[in-house]
């Protein structure tokens, strides 16, 4: 597992699955930490807690850094 935080912008989506147009299910701002779980074309699949449990789903690869778990 790798964990990643916002990089370019103080905001960003999460969606259902990783495509165009798909429909936003969350969101997280920047300096939270997310776990990275695969990454498929220009998405990457990533879990974040938060204080309704956990949500998975799809952010855009290129708004995000990532690093190893610590």
């Known amino acids: ?3 990643a935080h916002i990089e370019q912008v103080s905001s960003l989506a999460i969606v259902r ?7 936003q299910i969350g969101s997280f701002m920047q ?3 997310v776990t990275l779980l695969s990454q498929s074309g220009n998405f990457a699949k990533i879990r974040i807690r938060g204080t309704d ?4 789903g799809w952010v855009l690869k290129h708004c995000i850094q990532t ?3 610590d």
Do not use: F, V, Y
């Open 1 to 3: 597992m790798w964990k």
């Open 17 to 23: 699955r990783s495509a165009p147009g798909a429909d």
């Open 31 to 33: 300096g939270d930490q």
């Open 53 to 56: 449990g956990q949500l998975e």
């Open 67 to 69: 690093g190893p778990d």
